[in-house]
């Protein structure tokens, strides 16, 4: 048990750093089994006093100090710190420390991956690379020299343009990179190893030229075409959507296998995970390029969102985040299909953000207080942080919205900022008021909307009551109403929009105009015959009244899902059916279809909890014909109705009720699936055949629809009575792509029998050399639901394959099965808290990022049955009273038990 409590930081103890950098030099020279840092900085006093130097430094030998060219002896060191009692106005510092990264497991600050040396300073590695002020408010001019072996580190990578490189004449040689743009030490790189790289070149809006290149391991070249069409995809968007033009002269990517996270978006040299550059068809799925395609454009587009404008301190991480997921957001909705991007995102959202935002450690979009800032990378800070900016986004429409981000980085170009500093942008620019809206950034919880609509024949008006909650979360019991935009369409009995005239002051939106926004692209996608309405809920309780209303239509609210809320109607079975079909809103007709999904199965679960049998809703059953109907239209959007065409995720399930038993919720999902599989089976295999047109491989759009659609009839017929195996088998042995082939496997893995060994022991043979794809061999393994996984994960952990030291591979493993697997992770016996509470600690010390994020699934501990609450709570208990609990893992287990 760790006998001290780790330091809270607070937003409200934010000061100005007490000491400016004007530049620093870097020298760092590489040797096996050592590195030498010696860092040459220039300071400038930031106040009146006469403070000490005080600069932040972790596991650091520290081997010298000089200041103004004497060497000194006059400062003092701890574990955490190195102070230098007030030096002067201006001074000049030469530090040199010794660090070695081949030690360094938890993979932050400089460390190694596959034999390459790399860094990951975001949020706090760079004290451990040097003693520095280590924070992002410290802006500086970045010059650094990396030496290394010629022949173990050809390639020497660094922020910036490359100045000058040379041999050192015994076997070494150095590059010297220079960053001409200000940046905080969060954003400094350094790459050396033995990579090849593929070379690409984007001339921007200006006729500059950039040399674009993308590293990787020898070998893996052929997987990074797709990345760097995606780069300069998402080079030329920025310029077109936000006049952003990228400035220097090199964009490097590296590609790394051991990342704690997706990619890093240092300044002009990224540094990703491998699963997030590496494509090709026969190793990568639909939804691995779309990945690939959206994570090389979040991390371009953080040069502006981010790198060029930056934060003021941790606090603000959903400045940069939320932005950038935004945008990423609408860079893939514009290269794809902007219906089915919403659909996922919101998906996700539901997914994963809502239970955060439920759970112990809900916090607001700007945290105000956390022991370790690597905790709150998190759903709420990104994908919440992404709905705060396109609620704003929808409250301004397009061109207010293109001229307030101008406003934006003309002010603050350089500068690290704050959320209000972008809000404040935001308000002078179009005259919105957005005071209330700041609430988004301070409040945490999910509010909920309650609308209920009233049609009055006589006078030809229809009201629409809107009213709010925002529930209680840790240290927030009280919420005020919060600026919540609800985009609205009135449906009339035959299918179409009414036009009519809206409550004072609401502009009607016609055709996309406010809906699905492509900024100033001039593409509006939103149907033709779509007119929506943009209310805005300020209070606890509004009714807005629409007139000269003809005829009693049915609201669809909550268009696009216009805010991060969870919504209640009082709309009927019949209506949301009425919607599935004719809403012009394509995010609102798949919702209807979710809606009436839930209602259904929730009614079951509540059937068999109280010992009865559940039973399909033939209502349901028909309905669901309907969509099997649309979905086999020769113009049908396939993607769109693979989404359709799915039920609601166990998660989701689970959201809904108040004890969560996985097993029942599993169980009555299952037999809906049959039901639908039983009555239906000639349409899905129908549908299956049609979309199986034995082509040769496509990754266009229409492709990936197609292969889609025929997935997820695969999966319903594999769930009806005799699943067909052979068609399962088959797939897998004669695809030409990974979507199909892993579809066909994930399938076959909640079978028992030769089949499904057959396949597993092939596919691990065919892609041995595959690390990516071996992550998917894990990872199917683990999510199957079926009992012989729980012995299968014991033999997995001890595979030759596998390393605790990847968290690739540790995601694909023990992620995997606590996160897609609740049935088996939630055993009864408890086994499955086990094997994930194992995990963690043998994690804890090797890499304390990691094992706090696989604390997540123990999170909603107090949702689950008593059996399971108990047997949770014993797991996190165990957790909790180890020794050498790190800081990362003491936070997220304490507030969960809180
Ligand atoms: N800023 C990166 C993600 C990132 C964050 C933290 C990391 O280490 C703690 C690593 C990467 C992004 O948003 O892409
Ligand atoms: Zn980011």
């Known amino acids: 048990m760790r006998t001290d409590t780790p330091k809270t930081i607070l937003l409200k103890d934010y000061q100005p750093p007490k000491y400016k950098v004007a530049d620093v030099h870097l020298d760092i020279r590489i040797f096996a089994g050592k590195t030498l840092v010696t860092a040459t900085t220039r300071f400038t006093k930031n106040h009146d006093g006469a403070e000490p130097l005080v600069l932040n430094g972790e596991r650091l030998k520290l081997v010298s100090v000089a200041i103004n060219g004497a060497a000194t002896t006059n400062y003092t060191v701890d574990d955490k710190t190195l102070t230098i009692p007030h030096p002067g106005n201006e001074f000049t510092t030469v530090i040199e420390t010794e660090i070695c990264p081949e030690e360094n497991t938890a993979l932050e600050g400089l460390y190694m991956s596959g034999g390459n040396y790399c860094t990951q300073c975001e949020a706090e590695g760079f004290r451990t690379i040097t003693y520095f002020p280590d924070r992002p408010d410290v802006m500086t001019i970045f010059t650094t020299r990396v030496e290394g072996d010629k022949k173990t580190c050809p390639v020497l990578l660094s922020n910036g343009n490359l100045i000058e490189d040379g041999d050192c004449g015994d076997g070494r040689h150095y590059a010297i990179w220079h960053d001409p743009f200000p940046k905080p030490c969060y954003l400094f790189a350094l790459v050396a190893g033995d990579l090849v790289h593929i070379r690409d070149s984007f001339t921007t809006m200006s006729g500059r030229i950039v040399d674009l290149r993308i590293y990787v391991r020898a070998g893996d070249e052929n997987q990074c075409d797709w990345a760097m069409e995606s780069l300069k995809r998402s080079m030329e968007w920025d310029e077109k959507t936000y006049g952003r033009e990228y400035q220097l002269d090199r964009f490097n990517i590296v590609a790394v296998s051991d990342f704690n996270m997706g990619a890093m978006e240092n300044t002009s040299l990224n540094i990703f995970n491998t699963a997030l550059v590496l494509a090709r068809p026969e190793t990568a799925t639909d939804m691995d390029f779309e990945r690939v395609e959206g994570v090389i454009a979040h991390e371009y587009f953080h040069n502006w969102t981010g790198n060029r404008v930056t934060c003021r301190d941790w606090f603000q991480l959903s400045l940069k985040e939320g932005l950038t997921v935004f945008r990423d957001q609408e860079f893939t909705a ?482 995997a099965f606590a996160m897609n697997n609740p049935v088996c992770f939630h055993a009864k016996d408890g086994r499955g808290y086990d094997i994930l509470t194992n995990a963690i600690i043998a994690l804890n010390t090797k890499n304390p990022q990691i094992a706090a994020r696989l604390l997540g699934p123990l999170r909603e501990w107090r949702r689950y049955t008593p059996d399971r609450q108990a047997k949770m709570k014993a797991a996190l208990e165990r957790i909790l009273a180890q020794e050498n609990l790190s800081p990362d893992v003491f936070e997220i287990v304490s507030k969960t038990l809180k």
């Open 334 to 815: 514009d290269m794809n299909s902007r219906g089915v991007k919403r659909i996922d995102d919101v998906v996700r959202l539901r997914n994963m953000q809502f239970p955060e935002d439920a759970g112990p450690m809900a916090h607001p979009i700007r945290p105000d207080n956390y022991i370790e800032i690597n905790n709150f990378y998190t759903l709420t800070v990104y994908e919440k942080g992404a709905e705060v900016i396109r609620m704003q986004h929808t409250l301004l429409g397009d061109d207010k919205y293109r001229k307030a981000t101008d406003l934006y980085f003309d002010r603050y170009d350089g500068m690290a900022v704050t959320c209000d500093d972008f809000l404040q942008c935001m308000q002078d620019s179009s005259g919105v008021d957005l005071s209330q809206f700041k609430l988004w950034y301070s409040q945490a919880g999910t509010p909920e909307v309650t609308a209920e609509g009233h049609y009055d024949a006589a006078a030809k008006t229809y009201h629409l009551t809107l009213s709010q909650t925002v529930p209680p979360t840790p240290g927030q019991p009280d919420k005020k109403p919060m600026h919540i935009p609800v985009m609205v369409g009135l449906v009339g009995p035959n299918g179409h929009d009414l036009d009519v005239t809206p409550p004072p002051s609401v502009i009607p939106a016609k055709a996309g105009i406010h809906t699905n926004q492509t900024m100033d692209s001039g593409l509006r996608r939103n149907d033709e015959k779509g007119v929506s309405y943009l209310l805005e809920l300020k209070d606890s309780k509004q009714t807005f009244t629409f007139k000269n209303v003809a005829v009693k239509p049915v609201p669809s609210i909550l268009r696009g899902f216009s805010a991060p809320v969870k919504l209640h109607t009082n709309l009927s079975d019949d209506d949301y059916r009425f919607l599935m079909v004719h809403d012009s809103d394509g995010f609102n007709r798949w919702e209807s279809g979710q809606i009436l999904a839930l209602r259904m199965m929730g009614r079951m679960i509540d059937t068999v909890e109280s010992g009865g049998a559940a039973v399909t809703d033939p209502a349901f059953i028909d309905s669901y014909g309907l969509m099997l109907d649309q979905a086999n239209a020769s113009n049908a959007d396939r993607a769109l109705m693979a989404r359709a065409l799915s039920l609601p995720d166990l998660a989701i399930i689970a959201q809904q009720r108040k004890i969560v038993d996985p097993d029942t919720i599993f169980t009555v999902r299952r037999r809906v699936l049959h039901d639908l599989a039983a009555r239906y089976r000639d349409q899905i295999q129908a549908i299956y055949d049609s979309c199986n047109t034995p082509t040769t491989y496509s990754n266009d759009a229409e492709s990936a629809g197609r292969r889609a659609l025929k997935n997820v009839c695969l999966r319903l017929l594999m769930n009806g009575p005799n699943p067909p195996v052979s068609l399962a088998r088959q797939q897998y042995e004669s695809a030409n792509n990974m979507t199909d082939r892993v579809a066909a496997l994930s399938v076959l893995a909640e079978t028992d029998g030769a089949d499904r060994d057959a396949v597993f022991a092939d596919f691990f043979k065919r892609f041995e050399q595959y690390p990516l794809v071996i992550d998917k061999w894990f990872s199917l393994q683990a999510s199957a639901p079926i009992p012989s996984t729980l012995d299968r994960i014991a033999t997995l952990k001890d595979h030759p394959a596998f390393s605790l030291l990847n968290p690739n591979r540790v995601r694909s493993l023990f992620a």
